[in-house]
């Protein structure tokens, strides 16, 4: 939702400008789809997406691996999200890496919530709700309302920070997480520990991340950049660190967290769709948050029909003959239909098979970009 308008701007901006960009984009599974299709057959822009193989939903690979558009290359990594999206960052400081796109007339920009263009159309989302719950006067104006995001990378909840700070109502911001649950261990305790910390697939793959990179914008707005540079530079070399108690004081004013494993994720699909509504298993972490004595706002982030494995287990469905099959039978419990444009996914030709390791992704890059 956030990138279209973002690449629509971004590529508006590069023509008015003559310039020529090269997009990067990391993503765990719904940014590098959107990323490919908003920038297709731009002329003046070429993208390049990195993925986790084997960490995205089959639905969401089939999606980058059959996208059209000469100006397209999708690349998956020996890794998981968390060594895309540091192989990313390190591309967007490599000083070399630079020098060799400007020779070939390329600024470097990217398409993740590391670009600020980004987190500026999801402020909007929660700005829009807040109006919205005026408008049909499920608040007064004096009364404020509660949103439950679903959160890896945190650019969602950043997002409704600074919508708070700009005058929405928010009363708490509520991080929901999955088995990858530091975030819930940040904003409880103040301590930010990767030492004993192992990425756990789950059945909701694009909250599957341990450094949640927008983090350290927040501590930025809260204690200054001296601070969160002696944090972050903590985080780089001993993969920890922790808050003092006025700190974590400070976050817990606008924020809470929490989290659910697998089975409970499953449970809420299962009972949602009873009562006619189809979610996904991100937006599933979220309803173990909801304060019935308030109003909640829960910010579902994703389709249902990308994450057919999770939804089959969750609704206990059995004898599938493949993954379309699959979708077919779980849109009928759901009482919901699977997008034309995603059974056409099944039949379409793969053009990105290239799987590679994280030390090979800049040589890659810059071969495709000389061909």
């Not at 020529?20 to 993503?27: E, G, K, N, V």
Request: net charge positive.
């Amino acid at each position: 939702m956030a990138l279209q308008p973002f690449g629509s701007l971004l590529s508006q901006l590069a023509k008015e400008r003559g310039e020529r960009y090269l997009i990067m984009c990391a993503t765990s599974g719904d940014t590098g789809p959107a990323t490919l299709q908003t920038f297709a057959n731009d002329e003046n822009i070429k993208v390049v997406c990195l993925y986790p193989d084997g960490g995205t939903s089959e639905v969401q690979k089939l999606q980058m691996q059959t996208m059209q558009g000469e100006n397209l290359k999708v690349f998956g990594i020996k890794g998981d999200f968390d060594d895309a999206q540091k192989a990313l960052k390190t591309l967007l400081a490599n000083d070399k890496f630079k020098a060799e796109l400007k020779k070939k007339r390329l600024k470097l920009s990217a398409a993740n919530s590391v670009n600020f263009g980004r987190i500026l159309f999801q402020i909007i989302y929660h700005a829009y709700a807040y109006a919205n719950l005026l408008k049909q006067k499920a608040l007064k104006a004096n009364e404020s309302f509660d949103i439950i995001v679903p959160s890896g990378n945190f650019g969602n909840a950043l997002g409704a920070y600074y919508a708070k700070k700009m005058g929405a109502k928010i009363g708490k911001i509520k991080i929901a997480s999955n088995a990858n649950n530091i975030l819930t261990q940040f904003f409880t305790t103040g301590v930010y520990d990767l030492r004993d910390k192992k990425l756990v697939k789950t059945i909701s793959p694009a909250m599957d991340i341990l450094i949640s990179s927008n983090v350290e914008r927040l501590l930025f707005d809260k204690f200054g950049s001296g601070r969160t540079n002696e944090l972050m530079q903590s985080l780089a070399k001993n993969k920890f660190y922790k808050l003092i108690k006025q700190e974590l004081e400070a976050l817990q004013e606008d924020f809470e967290a929490s989290w659910c494993d697998d089975n409970e994720c499953e449970a809420y699909i299962a009972k949602l769709a009873k009562d006619g509504y189809a979610i996904d298993p991100h937006t599933a972490t979220c309803f173990k948050m909801v304060d019935a004595s308030r109003i909640n706002v829960i910010t579902s982030t994703a389709h249902w029909v990308k994450f057919t494995p999770s939804m089959i287990k969750a609704c206990q469905i059995k004898d599938t003959k493949d993954e379309k099959d699959a979708l077919a039978k779980t849109a009928k419990i759901l009482n919901d239909s699977v997008p034309s444009s995603i059974n056409s996914l099944f039949s379409a030709k793969i053009l990105h098979k290239n799987i590679i390791k994280e030390d090979e992704i800049e040589k890659c890059v810059l071969e495709w970009i000389e061909r």
